[in-house]
């Protein structure tokens, strides 16, 4: 089957888009393609788009709604830009399950902010399999592209102790994959496991070490004295989850500093990684292929499209000019794909120049919005 | 800012903050010889510069403000003539009065109602201000100066340039005065230099977020006194009277300036309108007539395109309140490319993302007991309602909004500039700020 006919699978579907039969099959062929021939995807690109646009038009009462209410139907949307982008923020008010009525096989919940729990955005996935194809692939590529199976400590609660969060998820699935043998140093509440540290200590360290962390452990464990480790040349550590809510006054550089010093790892050898729960894929600074000069770009997964646009018209801009960044996710193929956030970037030949969060960090006046009584914005992964 | 003398420091240390809140502490003695009549003179000479079209303080205030606040230059002006408007003489002396019928109790003994007292400032008021509102900075540090307390002043962001050209020109018509106040500007999160700040206060007062405001509160000496304005929500109640077709495109257009005024960032500014039922236009209808009016607004008060800093908050309001509104009904008028204001018609209260740059939500109501209890949950956080059209409903409707936490109760155009007198988060901010002494 040549890498058009793929996507041709879906028109052999019976099942209508925005059935579960049709979900099925997408899934099947989508998850297929990202482990084994990811290129199909990019060669096939619009069709994919354009199916998953249908489907989620088909099987999303709200997006169904909205589109038309906005005059973008199947019927009149010939490319994947035009359809309009869902605010990442929706996801806290909305259920975007595609068919709606199908039994998700995970919800995915946002973190809150720093100050106080917030409203939460949600994530129903309705195919894990899909979820963890378009996970693993890139997750390799990024952090062991020489295929070493290294042993990975994780700082970041198992996906047992919070299995609503992706960022758990991933890390658990991640380590499960990449790694040989894995030490998961923190509990579910973030605390240190003293018992996994001491087990760490105990095994023989005969090849390198994947450190899969966020910001904030790193910075916890850098507040903690003695948790630094030599560790073999060749380790890697995986930074995540931004420096929302890192109260301390660290900056990315030093904690970077920091972080190479306390496990003796090469600096260039820290990757780090952008993801949120609305999206499903994720984008990965490829500093282990190509060298501490790509620092600050994060390529996206094939089956990931971003655009920057126009804070204000929301049309897209030029290559390397900053603005909103809008993602299309085909592994969002359950929920919904197109989702413009608030995150503020370029995009340069394919990859994106993040610049940071829009919203400013002091808050502005003193005035309450209504409805920060009852929800508070700015919600990050969970 | 730009330095005045040592008035004015930017990104400072605690050092330097430790330092000048000792040297401020030393200005207390020679502050509280001068009559209190004299620091009203001095004050207001500087405040009213600001309302005199060719001098130099307003028209640098007038040049800077833009850039620094964020706001259009027409915008700049409505600020600026609203809040200088209060710091002249006459309205500075209407303020002190309203705290002490007889200022002098400020300077000595006085007999009050049958007891000699004496109202002494602290030595020392430190205010961390909330950014993002020109003018609040200078209102605090005037608060503290009229009762002749030397005061350390952390502007917000934003509201940096006013606070320093007022110091300036404090320090070319009263030198005596500007002794005793200081502006300093140090990051929020820099808590050692908070602790700096707080350490010689004998009064606080803090603008900010509830979480600021718990922060500094954990901070402040025992010996301080804490004086808090947390933020808080305004909203305006429009009864059938205010709906008539004569009537309502004016009402929309007061409604309009109140939301759209400082960009919305004042706590004065309402992000919800609650609209009876019944009225000769529906609250939908004033729904779309509150979008005309804020489109006209955004005419004559334009928002700067970089004043935009809340313009991806904007997309993501106006994006899932139509989807809102196309899922279970609603309607959205919003601005487009070319303005910010939003104005979302609910016809049941829904959860939704936060109003934002002149965004506001129009809800029905129809029995004052409804309306009580659709505001109630609000209480704690509410501060102005702008009332109007309810005829003579509108004592008993005053005094509900009254129990529920209302502090102020004005008609919708008034909303914006609180005159120096008011009772602001239902205190009496001079007196609050001094200690009484009795001689028995």
């Known amino acids: 089957m040549s890498r058009q006919d793929k996507a041709r699978v879906l028109d052999l579907v019976a099942d209508p888009p925005g059935s579960a039969g049709y979900l099925r099959a997408a899934a099947t062929a989508l998850a ?92 129903a996935v309705l195919s894990l399999d899909l979820y963890l194809a378009s996970m693993n692939a890139p997750m390799r590529q990024a952090l062991d592209p020489e295929g070493v199976r290294p042993d990975v400590v994780s700082l970041v609660p198992s996906a047992t102790a919070r299995p609503d969060s992706s960022l758990s998820v991933m890390v658990t699935e991640g380590a499960r994959v990449l790694g040989r043998e894995v030490y998961e140093w923190v509990d579910a509440d973030g605390g240190w ?130 603005g909103l960044l809008a993602f299309y996710d085909l592994a969002n193929f359950g929920s919904v794909s197109h989702v413009v956030t608030q995150d503020v970037g370029a995009v340069v030949d394919g990859r994106v120049r993040l610049e940071g969060r829009l919203l400013g960090s002091e808050p502005r006046g003193c005035s309450r919005a209504l409805d920060e009584l009852m929800s508070t914005r700015g919600a990050a992964r969970g | 800012m730009q330095p005045v003398g040592e008035r004015v420091i930017d990104d400072a240390l605690p050092e330097s903050i430790l330092a000048e809140a000792r040297r401020l502490e030393k200005a207390a003695e020679r502050l509280r010889e001068r009559p209190v009549d004299s620091v009203v003179r001095a004050l207001g000479s500087v405040g009213e510069r600001f309302l005199d079209q060719s001098d130099p303080l307003r028209v640098e205030a007038l040049r800077r403000l833009p850039s620094d606040a964020d ?92 606070a320093e050209l007022f110091l300036r020109g404090l320090s070319e018509e009263a030198g005596w005065l ?61 009864g059938r009277e205010a709906l008539e077709s004569e009537v309502v495109r004016g009402v929309a257009d007061e409604v309009a300036r109140s939301v759209s005024l400082f960009e919305q960032r004042g706590c004065v500014c309402p992000h919800l309108v609650l609209v009876e039922s019944g009225g000769a236009i529906d609250p939908e209808g004033f729904g779309a007539e509150l979008a005309s009016a804020s489109a006209r607004c955004a005419e004559t008060w334009p928002a700067l395109p970089s004043a935009t800093s809340d313009v991806g908050a904007l997309q993501q309001l106006r994006g899932v309140t139509e989807m809102q509104a196309a899922a279970s009904g609603g309607r959205v008028w919003h601005g487009g490319a070319s303005a910010s204001w939003t104005v979302v018609y609910e016809s049941e209260p829904r959860e939704g993302p936060p109003t934002t740059a002149r965004g506001v939500r129009v809800r029905p109501w129809s029995g004052l007991d409804a309306l009580v209890r659709s505001i109630g949950p609000l209480g704690p956080h509410l501060q102005t309602v702008g009332l109007t059209g309810m005829g003579d409903r509108r004592a008993e409707t005053a005094l509900e909004l009254a129990r529920l936490g209302a502090t102020r109760i004005v008609e919708p155009r008034d909303m914006g500039f609180p005159p120096p007198w008011w009772l602001h988060d239902g205190r009496r901010p001079l007196d609050e700020l001094v200690r009484w002494a009795e001689l028995e």
């Open chain 2, 71 to 162: 706001v259009s230059p027409a915008m700049a002006s409505v600020i600026l003539d609203g809040m200088a408007g209060d710091w002249t003489r006459e309205r500075l002396d209407r303020a002190l009065r309203a705290d002490f019928p007889d200022p002098g109790v400020l300077d000595r003994f006085c007999d009050v109602a049958g007891r000699r007292v004496h109202a002494v400032g602290p030595e020392l008021t430190v205010q961390i201000v909330a950014g993002g509102v020109p003018g609040v900075g200078v209102n605090a540090l005037l608060r503290a100066l009229l009762v002749k307390s030397p005061t350390l002043l952390r502007p917000g962001r934003g509201d940096e340039v006013l």
């Open chain 2, 178 to 238: 500007v002794e005793a106040a200081t502006a300093m500007r140090w990051r929020s999160e820099a808590t050692g230099c908070t602790e700096a700040a707080l350490r010689h206060a004998r009064a606080i007062t803090v603008y900010g977020s509830d979480a600021t405001v718990s922060e500094i509160r954990s901070a402040a000496p025992v010996v301080a006194r804490l004086i808090e304005y947390h933020h808080r929500i305004s909203l305006v109640v429009i």
């Open chain 1, 32 to 123: 297929g393609a990202m482990t084994g021939d990811p290129e199909a995807l990019t060669a096939d690109w619009d069709r994919w788009a354009l199916a998953a646009f249908r489907h989620q038009f088909g099987g999303c009462p709200p997006l169904r709604a909205w589109w038309t209410a906005r005059g973008v139907t199947p019927s009149t949307v010939e490319r994947w830009q035009d359809v309009p982008p869902v605010p990442a923020e929706a996801f806290k008010y909305f259920d975007f399950r595609s068919p709606h009525d199908l039994e998700p096989e995970a919800v995915f919940v946002t973190s809150g902010t720093t100050k106080g729990s917030g409203r939460r955005g949600r994530h």
């Open chain 1, 193 to 322: 496991v003293d018992e996994e540290i001491a087990r760490f200590d105990a095994a023989t360290r005969d090849r390198p070490v994947l450190v899969l962390a966020t910001a904030l452990s790193l910075v916890h464990l850098l507040e903690r004295p003695g948790l630094g480790r030599v560790l073999p040349p060749g380790s890697t550590v995986m930074e995540t989850g931004g420096f929302k809510g890192v109260d301390t006054e660290v900056s990315r550089e030093a904690l970077y500093e920091g972080v190479a010093e306390a496990f003796a790892v090469d600096p260039d050898r820290i990757v780090n990684e952008y993801g949120m729960t609305e999206l499903l894929s994720q984008l990965w600074e490829p500093v282990l292929t190509e060298g501490p000069t790509v620092r600050g770009c994060h390529r996206p997964a094939p089956w990931l499209r971003v655009r920057a646009l126009d804070p204000v018209s929301l049309n897209e801009l030029p290559e390397g000019a900053s």
